[in-house]
């Protein structure tokens, strides 16, 4: 079951950055970043599913910058929910290589997954209000600032897991 919907995630890395920008550029490096997360996933390997999951979402700013301010907010939250997806799922499978695992520990996994994106989705929609909010500064956010904010965004998401994966001994 988690390979099926690691290989989902890996795909929604594939394809969320051509969504937003349909270079043929932007199109490959999804596609290649795709397959890294995918190969991750299988081998596992982490550090392939990060460097894959970094590729995808430096595409992603990279397309973010010939959008319309607010026109990727739901291609966003599938970045972030599809980015959580994979490295959780990496991770997991790394840990339990090669151990019997029971049905109950699967659900658990998954249930935990399932309550992470659920609040990463929560705060993509409260994130998806900011645009409105937007028109109450008195400057507009540039356009070169959205994929920096963006980056950022991700980063802070890595720095996380790096010391989730941490505490966890």
Same mark, same amino acid.
């Not at 397959?35 to 894959?52: E, H, I, K, Q, R």
């Not at 910058?65 to 970045?79: N, R, Y």
């Not at 980015?83 to 019997?100: F, K, N, Q």
């Given at each position: ?13 594939? /394809? ?21 997360? #995918? ?15 970094? /590729?995808?979402?430096?595409? #992603? ?15 966003? /939250? ?92």
């Amino acid at each position: 079951m988690h390979d099926r919907i690691g290989a989902l995630a890996a795909g929604l890395l594939a /394809v969320l950055p051509a969504m937003v920008d349909s270079d043929p550029r932007i199109v490959a490096a999804g596609a290649l970043a795709g397959l890294a997360c #995918f190969a991750g996933l299988v081998l596992p390997s982490l550090g392939m599913a990060t460097a894959g999951a970094v /590729v995808s979402l430096l595409m #992603f700013a990279v397309a973010l910058i010939a959008t319309p301010s607010g026109a990727a907010v739901p291609e966003a /939250v599938a970045m972030g929910a599809a980015l959580l997806t994979i490295l959780d799922l990496t991770d997991y499978r790394r840990r339990v290589r090669g151990a019997w695992v029971g049905p109950g520990v699967l659900a658990a996994q998954l249930g935990a997954l399932a309550t992470s994106l659920a609040i990463g989705i929560a705060v993509g929609g409260a994130a998806a209000a900011l645009p409105g909010a937007a028109g109450l500064l008195p400057v507009a956010p540039d356009t070169m600032l959205r994929p920096v904010l963006a980056a950022a965004g991700g980063l802070h998401v890595y720095a996380a897991a790096a010391w989730a994966l941490t505490c966890r001994g």
